[in-house]
């Protein structure tokens, strides 16, 4: 099992930033691949970015390019998310995902959760 704890979510106005941690404990060797993955209620749950835990290997959505950078940290087993130039519609609930599989981006290869963080952006 994997327990993975995000944390750093909050308010920001239009244009700020936003740093999200996710951390993961249990049995990380088992897993290969990182991600973001955000939610509005009632929407289906989007893909933000991926990283491999060597660092190696990222991905990111189409509406992050560019603004979102995804970081790892192997000796802490924590994985970031810078978030800049933040707009209204990246409001969402926030959460972190471990795959068993390397360089996966669909929820569905997904098998570690953790609860999510929320991040407000207000206009």
């Known amino acids: 099992q994997v327990q993975l704890v995000e944390s750093g979510g909050g308010l920001v106005q239009a244009g700020g930033s936003l740093r999200l941690s996710c951390t993961a404990s249990g049995r990380t060797g088992s897993t290969d691949t990182m991600g973001w993955f955000r939610q509005i209620p009632g929407k289906e749950r989007e893909f933000v970015a991926a990283i491999s835990w060597s660092g190696v290997w990222s991905y990111y959505g189409d509406s992050v390019k560019g603004r979102f950078t995804c970081s790892i940290n192997d000796a802490k087993n924590t994985m970031y998310l810078q978030m800049n130039s933040l707009k209204p519609e990246d409001t969402a609930v926030y959460s972190c995902?471990?795959?068993?599989?390397?360089?996966?981006?669909?929820?569905?290869?997904?098998?570690?959760w953790g609860q999510g963080t929320q991040v407000t952006v207000s206009s």
């Open positions: 995902a471990a795959s068993r599989s390397y360089g996966r981006t669909r929820e569905i290869d997904y098998v570690y």
